[in-house]
């Protein structure tokens, strides 16, 4: 039982940590900047694929330097040659139409570029060995490596945005435009920079998140929808919020997996017996493990019903 | 880099080649109804250029009793009532003869579309040609005279990965984990019963079922398989869901023996890597290392088709080609009744053995190949250096198993 429990904690953090390192990035741009992207995790994906092009000549780590870059130049673009001219800032909707179009896009031209099957998994050769074994079960020294980075991301973050000049700017940016542009700063400039680094985040994630996601045209659309459920459930505009989501999240999916009751062994424990032609008998004999996909979404959902700022929110979402 | 997109512009010239080419003679229309946009569309275009490739084999060779082939493609976009619009529009267009294969959802959709139009437009029958849906109900309970499957099915395959399994003394137990969907229950059921009848020893410690492609993280997974104890575990998962399974079996270390359906699947060997040599096995009917040489056709198909994404995966796609032409020869006419009527019971010998289409249920029986990942093949997969080494081979006759179908023909 305890070998179940420490495992399943330690994958809980494992991913929860791999989850805010995918969200890193929104949270800047979104939850910071009020701008819905939906295009986000098109660019993560291009992260990892410019990893394994980079990687494939001149090695893991010149592509670990160059790939965050590169999905910063792509992320400053979209923001001064497409996002800007969208109009409307204070509506969502055309952002939204704008970006999730663009993440289309991105899809078909990974399909061109390098095809519709997944590229084959590159773990570096240098973090490819069990960094320790407990109970049996190794931990593979990428997992720890991934960890780390999550946790820069996060130190990091916090320092730039409460810590220092621009990180007032970019705050105030949001909610005082008009404020921020008087006192002399320019204003479109900061959404630029904000999205470039955003998005350099998602390009260093992508390079990692490679490791454990298959790298294929889906990818996008297969992590797309977690981000934003952490992103909300955090809560906009709080850093730590999404640190706490993710981790959340991360360990009640985990343990939830380990599970196999379901809410008939309930009833059976209170004395009440369910037959199979109760109604909703399908129901009850559902066990908690095969939800545990499900409890991201359910728990996005309970969130905006009883809480829509998200657990560390500062605005409705 | 940029070659798939001249190849794209080269396919499509040349679909209007044929379209015009076609129109003037007498021909037999074709329609292959796959997902060929989406996430899921690899499987379906490489299914379809497999077709399209037999089909212009058999034109090339003078056509079905000196009618030409004309086939067409159909999206069937992943989804049941696209299924449905797209069959609509084939019958339409005029076609008699439909291929589907990919997700026995969308089998059962047209298997029931085509029930319903062949009794209400007599003359007009149509037939379904089924290369890759599994589901053992298709030539069960749900059989019908108008189906014909050419991939050995669910009970079928399982068979022959339990023999592998009753072979193997030092698996005491077995873990099955599933996608929960129709054929993932099917799996499982079948490996429940099989593994009882076989190795009554063994213990079956966890029967798992996973949502269809959601899972992100099967790292909590591998870690209830290894709390279990199992020495081996059964999956009949596919895309995302078998090679992320596999991916995390590796990185928590276990040790034991994955039983699949799909591991050489499409993306599968590059996602699986080194990791699985020795210890991931396959039931298939054909591999590329079956034969020491690979068959003529199919590296004229490699030839035709460049690329890993297009690396040949559908012998059965062959055989099913093969036994149409050798049917509507048999017939002495293209009429989807008479062809029907000719595949029923035929025989044909094939490179790998004898192959027979059962007139009791209208499934195929052809040799079935239980594999092990091995990195000491001739024909490495898809630019990696593994590939598959065969363990077992049964014979089509052993691989039949008892069917509950009761054939209705058309009098």
């Known amino acids: ?75 400053a673009a979209i923001e001064r040659y497409g996002l800007r001219f969208v109009p409307n800032r204070k509506s969502h909707v055309p952002e939204i139409l704008f970006t999730f179009g663009l993440l289309y896009l991105i899809e078909e031209l990974v399909v061109m570029i390098w095809g519709r099957n997944p590229i084959p998994a590159t773990v570096p ?18 997992k720890a490596f991934m960890m780390a980075v999550s946790i820069g991301m996060f130190v990091s973050l916090y320092v730039a945005l409460k810590r220092t000049r621009i990180g007032l700017v970019i705050q105030a940016a949001l909610t005082h435009p008009q404020m921020v542009a008087a006192l002399g700063h320019n204003v479109p400039s900061v959404y630029v920079l904000v999205f470039a680094l955003g998005s350099a985040l998602a390009g260093l994630a992508g390079a990692i998140g490679g490791f454990t996601w298959l790298t294929a045209p889906t990818l996008a659309f297969t992590v797309g929808p977690i981000v934003f459920v952490i992103v909300i459930v955090g809560g906009l505009g709080s850093l730590a919020g999404a640190l706490i989501a993710s981790m959340l999240i991360g360990i009640l999916q985990t343990f939830a997996v380990v599970v196999d009751y379901s809410l008939r062994d309930l009833f059976a424990a209170l004395g009440v017996t369910v037959s199979a032609s109760s109604p909703l008998y399908e129901l009850y004999s559902i066990k908690v493990a095969q939800t545990a996909p499900v409890i991201p979404y359910l728990l996005l959902v309970l969130m905006l019903i009883v809480r829509p700022r998200g657990l560390l929110g500062t605005r409705d979402a | 880099m940029f070659s798939n997109l001249r190849r794209l512009g080269t396919a499509g010239l040349a679909l209007v080649g044929t379209v015009y080419a076609g129109s003037a003679m007498a021909e037999v229309k074709m329609a292959f109804v796959e997902a060929l946009s989406g996430g899921a569309a690899s499987a379906g275009l490489l299914s379809q250029k497999t077709v399209q490739f037999f089909v212009d084999r058999i034109n090339a060779a003078g056509g079905l009793n000196g009618e030409k082939i004309l086939l067409s493609s159909y999206d069937n976009k992943t989804s049941a009532q696209e299924t449905l619009i797209a069959l609509k529009k084939a019958i339409d267009d005029g076609n008699r003869y439909v291929f589907q294969g990919n997700g026995s959802a969308f089998a059962y959709a047209i298997l029931d579309a085509v029930n319903k139009n062949n009794e209400r437009n007599p003359g007009k029958e149509v037939v379904f040609l089924n290369f890759a849906a599994v589901d053992p109900p ?7 005279f108008w189906h014909f499957r050419f991939d050995a ?44 009848e076989k190795r009554p020893d063994i213990q079956i410690v966890g029967n798992e079922f996973v949502p269809l492609q959601k899972v992100q993280d099967f790292s909590p997974y591998v870690a209830k398989i290894k709390a279990s104890g199992a020495n081996g575990v059964i999956t009949g998962n596919w895309g995302n869901d078998m090679l992320l399974l596999i991916k995390a079996g590796k990185d928590a270390g276990y040790n034991g023996v994955w039983y699949t359906y799909y591991a050489g699947g499409l993306g599968a060997p590059p996602a699986i890597g080194e990791a699985g040599i020795g210890k991931v096995k396959q039931v298939s009917e054909w591999h590329k290392d079956v034969t020491p040489e690979l068959d003529p056709a199919i590296a004229a198909f490699e030839k035709r088709f460049p690329g890993q994404e297009n690396e040949y995966g559908y012998w059965r ?36 053995g004898p192959v027979e289409m059962r007139a009791d249920n209208h499934q195929l029986l052809q040799p079935l190949f239980v594999s092990t990942m091995s990195n000491k093949v001739k024909h490495p997969l898809q630019g990696t250096k593994i590939g598959f080494i065969t363990d077992r081979k049964v014979d089509a006759k052993a691989t039949a198993v008892p069917t509950t179908c009761k054939m209705q023909r058309p009098s």
């Open chain 2, 317 to 352: 796609i062959k055989t099913m080609m093969e036994m149409f032409a050798e049917a509507a020869k048999k017939a002495k006419s293209n009429d989807p009744i008479k062809v029907a009527g000719a595949l029923e019971g035929l025989t044909m010998s094939t490179a790998l």
């Open chain 2, 138 to 144: 298709l030539t069960n309970e749900k059989c019908s």
């Open chain 1, 125 to 142: 050769e240098a973090l490819d060995f069990p960094l320790f074994t407990l109970f049996g079960t190794s931990y593979p020294a990428y």
């Open chain 1, 1 to 75: 039982m305890i070998e179940v429990f420490v495992s399943s904690l330690l994958n809980g953090v494992v991913y929860g940590l791999l989850l805010f390192m995918l969200s890193s990035g929104l949270t800047l741009i979104f939850s910071m900047m009020g701008v819905l992207n939906i295009a986000h995790a098109g660019v993560f994906m291009l992260g990892a694929y410019i990893t394994y092009q980079i990687g494939k000549y001149a090695g893991f780590w010149v592509a670990l330097m160059l790939a965050p870059v590169l999905c910063g130049l792509i992320g």
């Open chain 2, 153 to 196: 099915d669910v009970d079928m395959k399982m068979a022959a990965l339990t023999e592998a399994v009753k072979g193997d003394k030092n698996v005491k137990k077995i873990y099955l984990l599933n996608q929960d969907y129709s054929f993932g229950r099917s799996v499982a059921a079948a490996a429940e019963k099989m593994l009882k």
